[in-house]
């Protein structure tokens, strides 16, 4: 069985830039989550996709969005990079039915 | 905001001893009570989850006992090991967690030897 894999893991950019976080769910999840933990916190809801659709969705502003592909991968979109978005993006994936999230280890995003 | 508050922020206990860490919430909507475990460098992961038509749940050496009326819930760690030390989130979700997890703030644990 194949966990929850994120690439990539490590990388930097600067303000105003953009970034694509990329994440493949455990076999047989069909539900996806993205998590923003910054240093020494706890992560925080960004949003959720099932069946390739946003239904769910955190204290974020728009510039972060997101995708959900037919074989339930998923891709995180930040737009115009602010110094405060540098952390670790957490991806987790889940079936439907139950609230066991299983989470990737993350990116590690670091704004300049 | 809905908010869980996890206490303490850090904890040192001596092996075989006993981690209590506390958690407070206040969303009454919320029906999902799990403990995740994080190793530096990685990802959070369950250890132990409760519902609240419990009032206890034990899963080897970790239990979670759960308050409902205080609107409380709190992980024990039995016989604490060094390999035990990590840090630990308390999270709560509702209906179904199409809101996603709340996580508290974390407790940074270290088992002395």
């Known amino acids: 069985e194949t966990g929850v894999t994120q690439s990539p893991t490590h990388l930097i950019k600067t303000r105003g830039q953009q970034v694509t976080l990329r994440c493949s769910s455990q076999?047989?999840?069909?539900?996806v989550s993205w998590y923003q933990q910054a240093l020494g916190q706890g992560p925080q809801f960004i949003f959720q996709?099932?069946?390739?659709?946003?239904?769910g969705r955190g204290n974020f502003p728009p510039r972060f969005s997101g995708l959900q592909f037919p074989n339930y991968s998923s891709e995180l979109n930040v737009n115009a990079l602010e110094l405060d978005d540098s952390a670790l993006y957490l991806c987790?994936?889940?079936?439907?039915?139950?609230?066991?999230?299983?989470f990737g280890e993350g990116s590690r995003l670091t704004v300049l | 905001q809905q908010q869980v508050k996890q206490s303490p922020q850090s904890l040192i206990v001596q092996k075989g001893g006993i981690s209590i860490i506390n958690c407070a919430y206040e969303?009454?909507?919320?029906?999902?009570f799990p403990w995740y475990q994080q190793f530096p460098g990685k990802g959070p992961a369950l250890l132990i989850a409760?519902?609240?038509?419990?009032s206890e749940k034990k899963e080897g050496r970790f239990t979670i006992s759960f308050n409902k009326s205080a609107k409380q819930f709190s992980l024990h760690i039995m016989d604490s090991q060094p390999g035990d030390s990590a840090t630990y989130f308390c999270?709560?979700?509702?209906?179904?967690?199409?809101?996603?997890?709340?996580f508290g703030k974390g407790t940074h644990l270290i088992i002395q030897p």
């Open positions: 999270a709560a979700s509702a209906g179904g967690g199409a809101d996603g997890l709340t």
């Open positions: 076999s047989g999840h069909n539900t």
């Open positions: 996709y099932y069946r390739e659709e946003e239904n």
């Open positions: 987790a994936s889940n079936t439907r039915n139950t609230g066991e999230l299983f």
């Open positions: 969303n009454t909507a919320f029906d999902y």
């Open positions: 409760i519902r609240p038509d419990v």
